[in-house]
């Protein structure tokens, strides 16, 4: 099979590389569903569970409208003073979720944590605290828990401008912390997609 074949396998990655060698490289690493599943079911109960927590949280979520006048983008372009219809159904994905899940344990066991009585809610608001994170560096990269450095769990677009891409930020950015307000939990109140222009100069 060739890897300039449009249906390669390989594409369906979250990598900005393109190039052939690249690809050739990417063969090997296209999924880790074996290791996933079989990591999911040696999660501890309470994990599984917050695990399903999170997604029935992101999948009931109303749709939002994200006000964007306040960073000054319609000055540039009038597409931006119209608040931005948002669901969180679809810019929260479950794979996100599922690695979020797997970190959030490891993280408890580097700290001794696990034995603190956490509740299943409790992790289901660390795992959507940590997906914050990757917004606050600005960059939205994360590594697949299972598969290398080069491939995101935020799909990402080359062709989307700095303003786009910050609008994309802010939309799963109000999201999470929607979701996070569902479980009466605290997160930041600053902006946090807003440092990519700060990232970028």
Known sequence: MSVNNSHCISR??????NDEEQAK??????????AEICLMKSLPNKFRQAYVLAKILKNVCPEIDVETKQYGL???DMEY??????????LLKSYMLKNSVFYVLDELKRKNQLEDGLDISDIAIKMYNFLLRFIDGGQMHMRPYFLSSDINV???????????????????????KLVLGILNAQFPRECLAAKIFKSSN
């Open 12 to 17: 369906t990655c979250n990598t900005e590389e």
């Open 25 to 34: 490289k990417r063969m090997l690493r296209i999924s880790a569903a074996p």
């Open 74 to 76: 319609e000055k540039m």
């Open 81 to 90: 003073a119209r608040p931005r219809r948002t669901k969180p159904s679809e």
């Open 154 to 176: 935020f799909e990402k677009s080359r062709e989307l401008s700095l303003n786009k891409t910050f609008i994309f930020h802010l939309q799963r950015e109000f999201s999470m």
